[in-house]
């Protein structure tokens, strides 16, 4: 049933890239498993418990094959500092701003993971080892999916009325949009060889992944063995998942030219569709009325974060001289 929703989404995601095929997945996987009875019988809770963990843990080591760790060094020198400064800001932002406005630390992590790196991508590995509530998935995607759109409408008017050149635009919007389909949206949408060095930052931006997910990975590991009352004794395996070595064997195969070139749309499209049937998997698990408990706190958390991630980036750049 995963399989057959995300086969579905990933034809919408073509005709609408934007929105992208799994933002469709559990949008679709929500409305199916909430519609029709059979969907959620017990016998279906092994296939999607499956698909929502280790076919997403996949995803992430298919996705490494995209990266190159030359063109990460070569962009590095002068993005860098802009790429860590939002990243603060984003994981800075959601820790502050959750706790003023009253959201679940699980949410707001997800919100600030998803804002700070790369949107579902990001969302996905924290997924892998924090394991949390599916609507706070669902919740902090469709988040995630609404700044999207409204970035790839107002970031190039407003890159244009700031007089920004391709280089410099480029770089606010791979390091100031969530999601890799919408940078390259507003990237090109702007023009002035703003798209290709806009992607590579947001490739380069795709590797805090590995921080994080280490972080998380941590955390989780000592919230579980202080519920059991056990010593916080916490074996490496748990810190570093077995997916996250994947994905950086993956771009370690890419970076030495391993990957042949013509192979990287397929797999790209590969990784994109795992990500799609995991999360088409959680919304089939998932219904409404656990998305309405949640309110409009989260989506004003995306707000403001969106709204300090994009001017942080602008800034940066004014330091840096990059604008």
Not at 37 to 52: E, K, T
Not at 55 to 77: D, F, P, R
Not at 196 to 213: D, G
Request: with cysteine; net charge positive.
């Amino acid at each position: 049933m995963a399989l057959l929703v995300a086969a579905v989404a990933t034809v919408l995601g073509h005709f609408a890239p934007v929105v992208g095929g799994p933002v469709f997945g559990i949008v679709l996987g929500i409305v199916a498993g909430s519609s029709i009875p059979a969907l959620r019988h017990d016998s279906l809770a092994p296939g999607v418990g499956f698909a929502g963990k280790t076919v997403l843990q996949l995803s992430i080591v298919v996705l490494g094959t995209g990266l190159s760790l030359a063109k990460v060094v070569q962009v590095g020198g002068g993005s860098l500092p802009v790429m860590l400064g939002t990243f603060a800001v984003a994981l800075g932002g959601a820790f502050v701003l959750g706790r003023l406005l009253g959201i679940n630390g699980e949410l707001s992590t997800l919100i600030g993971v998803g804002t700070g790196i790369c949107g579902a991508s990001a969302i996905a590995a924290a997924t892998a080892v924090m394991r949390p509530k599916q609507s706070n998935v669902a919740y902090a995607i469709g988040t995630i999916f609404t700044f999207n759109i409204l970035a790839v409408l107002l970031f190039p008017p407003i890159g244009h009325l700031l007089g920004m050149t391709g280089h410099s635009f480029g770089l606010w919007s791979g390091t100031a949009v969530n999601d890799t389909s919408s940078v390259v949206a507003a990237a090109y949408s702007f023009g002035d060889g703003a798209g290709p060095y806009a992607i590579v930052v947001k490739l380069t931006r795709s590797l805090m992944i590995i921080p994080i997910v280490i972080g998380l990975a941590l955390l989780t590991a000592r919230r579980d063995a202080a519920r059991q009352g056990e010593q916080v004794r916490i074996p490496w395996r748990k810190v570093v998942p077995a997916f996250l070595i994947g994905f950086l064997i993956a771009a370690a195969l890419n970076s030495l030219g391993l990957i042949p070139t013509g192979w990287h749309d397929g797999l790209t499209f590969v990784g994109t569709f795992l990500i799609t049937v995991a999360l088409a998997a959680i919304g089939l698990g998932m219904r409404p009325a656990q998305l309405r408990q949640a309110g409009h706190r989260p989506l004003l958390l995306g707000a403001l974060l969106w709204i300090c991630v994009a001017t942080a980036s602008l800034g940066l750049q004014a330091l840096t001289g990059t604008l």
